[in-house]
């Protein structure tokens, strides 16, 4: 990406300074440490937010006019819909700061780190997601699975899951996909949750 600039996230410039980040870290939770990075880097700088798995196939620039955008990782409605392996936002942007809210307050309230798609996921369905597709919800844009995750966990890599329309490729190699030693709540849970959150800060999220 030549017209991009690259900042690589890593322990010498990363929010460590505080008790979510410090417990994660310490249990060696890469992937739950990277919830919260990703999210502070949107929220602070803005700009596109990729996984180190991210294979760019054609250029992103035109994603720089969307104000905040995501994309599905599963066709079919699930928990984890949408992923966090691609994502843009300008800095300062409301969606960031709802979800890192939402993943602080759960580790504050139950010592529980959730997945990042999950809590992605469950913001977006506060802001009234409800099907898959391209769409704006409120000022977030979300595109298909085929143009940042062509193909699941679940699934092989295979060329032919490359469409016309695919930016890039999510690999799925993170630590994301490995078990550690920390209890997940269910989707009831984290949607409750997050309304009972939502009221008390509603004027944040405004």
């Known amino acids: 990406m030549p017209d991009f600039r690259v900042k690589l996230w890593n322990e010498s410039n990363s929010p460590l300074d505080n008790k979510y980040a ?10 739950r440490l990277s919830n919260y990075v990703r999210y502070h ?32 990782q599963l066709q079919e409605e699930n928990v984890d819909w949408v992923g966090c392996a691609v994502l843009g936002a300008q800095p300062g942007h409301n ?9 602080v ?4 309230d139950d010592g529980e780190f959730c997945r990042g798609p999950a809590a992605t996921t469950a913001v977006l369905r506060e802001m009234r997601l409800c099907r898959y597709g391209l769409q704006e919800i409120g000022d977030v844009t979300l595109y298909p699975r085929e143009y940042f995750y062509p193909y699941s966990w679940l699934e092989k890599f295979s060329p ?23 209890r997940f709540p ?10 009972r959150f939502t009221s008390r800060a509603g004027a944040l999220f405004a």
Not at 95 to 103: A, H, P
Not at 160 to 178: A, F, I, N, Q, Y
């Open 105 to 108: 307050k759960q580790f504050e």
């Open 186 to 195: 269910s989707p009831r849970r984290i949607a409750a949750r997050l309304m």
């Open 41 to 72: 880097a949107l929220y602070t700088e803005g700009g596109i937010y990729l996984d180190t798995d991210v294979e760019v196939l054609n250029s992103l620039t035109p994603l720089l006019h969307h104000r905040a955008f995501g994309g599905f």
């Open 160 to 182: 032919d899951c490359v469409k016309e329309e695919t930016l890039c490729v999510h690999h799925w190699m993170g630590s994301g996909l490995t078990p550690e030693p920390r």
């Open 22 to 31: 410090t417990v994660a870290y310490r249990q060696k939770l890469w992937s």
């Open 95 to 103: 969606f960031s700061r709802r979800v890192l809210d939402l993943i």
